[in-house]
């Protein structure tokens, strides 16, 4: 995973709350097998319509994508994270998201930033007032800056470590492969395992 | 001070406590595999010369991409065929236990945990689709997690978690007949909205918890995501007991007893404190439905649809709206006078033998409505063979109902079984986002009885209204 420091581009207002993962990518694009592609898959329905943010000049190319709360919510398909990587967006900032959402995008290096209602409404109205404006993302200050004003953004010390190094979880967690093994190792006997059983003994 | 539930079995699974912010690393007792979120995850161990470390913790199943009719002709959709062909070559590759398509153990992924016995009292279990939740019925802890963690799961049989919150969920007194547990989750979602459990894992207690099956509780737990919380949980009980004993993988003999008496320490501490608590009275509750986009939106079925200008806060003034437009339905429609087009029973929430059986015993000796489509899936072969060794089957054929095999179906818009656009369904999914069954599709979320008082009238109804009718003939 690439190490993030600061991100800049521009904010995007997506002015919607509850945009559930089956809104960022719809079922029907999770029957592929690979990890990358799916840029024409975000957001697939809204996109139809000409009017759509992402449609817009300034924001075809991605940016920061300034949300309502509770994005993300629903489905656990890790393809809304990459949809939104392949598209370009770098960031997304909002009061409130779906736990497994950000989750995976913490896992896939999309940094997931928890704002203020107000600081929302003021990164849509810089944008609205001049679509295009960019914000600067600083992971380590935590704080998003559009139109001369800061704005602090939240993000777990442990998610923003990972980020600033750019460390792999799995390679992190095999380093306490004694304490797993250990662990293993007292593990009831009554646990059952997946092996087939007999049916009738 | 006590523990609840939840805090008991995370304890008992810390393999590494976190410091200094760091998460704990907690071991997972099941890792449930299917076609959808595993083949990416498969892909990063071979690229990282990774192993699947306890395949002997690991089961897969084929649910999302099969079809529910012909399962004996190859899958016509080239990209569902792959993704079901890549699964059985993965499993093959790794040594994983697998149930294909035509095997009597294949189902949706949380049918089968349970039946195999494998879904235990204090397990941990995850799983790359939000729906693991379910498994917290048993007392288990459940968790929906993303391609990455399914990576990390079959690499290190560990996950890293931060630590949650815990909320009780009390639901007291008694159901009225024609109430389900379907009733209630829609309620408490309706209540506390689709973010209110953020952070948070669910304790379900009450009489009215203790009162139900274990389906039910299954049912409930389920729907927790959709509240937002990571997870929900019952406390095992006596129900629980009963139910596990005697499954193929349950513990037996002397395993069985200790396993038994460890169960019985599972429950909330007396004295234990949640975080936050929400109450809901039992007898007070009516068969709910969803009107609008997201399963929040919910109302009792003898109410209206909603003006959206009732609505305080904007943002929920401005989903309402949009909701309602994308449903096509006017602020004041009684939901009563809601004609449907597509009825379906089935999906991970509600396509168990007592989901079936309920919507058989309403639909016994009538016939659909005209020009309604009525699809019952059961969730797994071995449910369909128990309905079958039951007469359900003719029960639905009987009313004019297609009998379908087991898998995902009609809740997500992943297989044949979709909805036109525009067409309208009441559905005991879990899901009534936009396009979810199938692109501008628009979904209602119902009881199996409200879906079934609804194939008969062919307008959103509830049990009452049929023994109502018959009151006035």
């Known amino acids: ?89 770098t ?16 896992k896939q290096g999309l940094l997931v930033g928890q704002i203020s209602e107000e600081s929302m409404e003021a990164l849509w109205a810089v944008a609205k007032a001049s679509p295009g404006a960019t914000v600067d993302v600083d992971l380590e200050a935590r704080t998003a800056t559009a139109g001369g004003v800061a704005h602090d953004f939240q993000i777990d010390d442990y998610t923003r470590w990972r ?15 004694d304490a797993i093994s250990a662990f293993e ?17 | ?13 810390v393999v590494v406590r976190g410091e200094d912010g760091a998460p704990d690393l907690i071991y997972i007792d099941l890792h449930l595999v299917h076609e959808v979120t595993s083949p990416q995850a498969f892909d990063g161990l071979r690229q990282a010369g990774r192993g699947l470390r306890r395949t002997d913790l690991t089961v897969a199943t084929e649910d999302h991409n099969t079809p529910t009719i012909d399962i004996d002709k190859p899958i016509q959709d080239p990209t569902s065929r792959k993704q079901i062909e890549t699964l059985r070559h993965n499993a093959a590759e790794f040594g994983v236990r697998i149930h294909s398509l035509g095997d009597k153990e294949q189902g949706i992924v949380h049918l089968v945990g349970p039946q195999l016995g494998l879904t235990l009292p204090g397990v941990t279990v995850v799983c790359g689709d939000s729906h693991t ?10 968790f929906g997690i993303g391609t990455s963690e399914v990576e990390h799961v079959m690499a290190t049989q560990t996950l890293p978690l931060k630590p949650f919150k815990t909320m009780a969920i009390n639901v007291e007194g008694e159901l009225r007949p024609g109430v389900t547990a379907k009733d209630i989750i829609l309620a408490v979602i309706a209540k506390i909205g689709t973010g209110g459990g953020a952070g948070y894992v669910f304790e379900y ?73 929400i109450t809901i009275d039992a007898s007070e509750l009516e068969p709910f439905v969803t009107w609008g986009t997201n399963p929040g939106q919910g109302a009792s079925l003898s109410g209206e649809v909603p003006d959206p200008s009732s609505f305080a806060d904007p943002t929920d003034r401005a989903a309402a709206e949009r909701a309602l437009e994308y449903m096509d339905l006017a602020p004041g429609t009684r939901l009563k006078d809601i004609p449907v087009d597509t009825v379906f029973i089935g ?91 199938g692109k501008g599709g628009r979904t209602h979320l119902v009881s199996p009885l409200v879906a079934a008082a609804t194939a008969i009238r062919g307008t959103l109804s509830s049990p009452w209204d049929l023994v109502r009718e018959q009151e006035e003939v």
Not at chain 2, 1 to 13: P, Q, S
Not at chain 2, 133 to 142: D, L, V, Y
Not at chain 2, 254 to 268: F, H, I, K, N
Request: with cysteine; glycine share 10%.
């Open chain 1, 1 to 89: 995973m690439e190490k993030i420091s600061t991100l800049t581009g521009p904010i995007i207002p997506l002015e919607r709350s509850n945009v559930d993962t089956d809104q960022i990518i719809p079922a029907v694009f999770l029957k592929r097998v690979t990890k990358t592609g799916y840029d024409d898959a975000l957001f697939h329905s809204w996109r139809q319509d000409p009017s759509f943010v992402l449609n817009q000049v300034p924001y075809r190319d991605g940016g920061i994508l300034v949300v309502g709360h509770d994005f993300g919510t629903g489905s656990s398909r890790e393809h809304a994270v990459w949809a939104l990587r392949d598209f370009g967006i």
């Open chain 1, 91 to 106: 960031a997304v900032l909002g009061p409130r998201f779906g736990e497994i959402f950000r989750g995976n995008a913490g």
């Open chain 1, 163 to 177: 980020l600033l190094e750019g460390l792999d979880d799995i390679a992190l967690t095999l380093r306490d492969e």
């Open chain 1, 185 to 201: 190792a007292k593990r009831p006997s009554w646990m059952p395992t997946t092996q087939p059983v007999s049916e009738g003994t």
């Open chain 2, 1 to 13: 001070m006590g523990r609840t539930l939840a805090e008991k079995v995370w304890d008992d699974h």
């Open chain 2, 133 to 142: 939740s379910t498994h917290g019925a048993f007392g288990a802890m459940a």
């Open chain 2, 205 to 277: 207690r009450g009489s009215a918890i203790r009162a139900l099956s274990i389906e039910g509780r299954m049912t409930i737990c389920n729907m927790s995501i959709e509240a937002g919380a990571r997870a929900g949980m019952v406390a095992p009980d006596e129900t629980t007991f009963a139910y596990v004993k005697d499954k193929p993988h349950a513990p037996k003999g002397a395993d069985w007893d200790a396993a038994l008496e460890y169960w019985r320490t599972l429950p909330t501490d007396d004295d234990a404190v949640f975080d936050n608590e």
């Open chain 2, 347 to 437: 999906s991970c929430t509600n396509s168990r033998m007592e989901d079936l059986t309920a919507a058989a015993d309403i639909l016994r000796g009538h016939k659909k409505a005209d020009g309604v489509r009525v699809m019952v899936v059961p969730g797994s072969a071995r449910v369909r063979l128990e309905a079958e060794a039951a007469g359900l089957d003719k029960v639905f054929t009987d009313f004019g109902a297609e009998w379908r095999f087991a898998g995902c179906s009609m809740c997500l818009g992943m297989n044949p079984d979709q909805l036109a656009p525009g067409e309208r369904c009441a559905s005991t999914s879990n899901r009534n986002f936009e396009g979810r069954q």
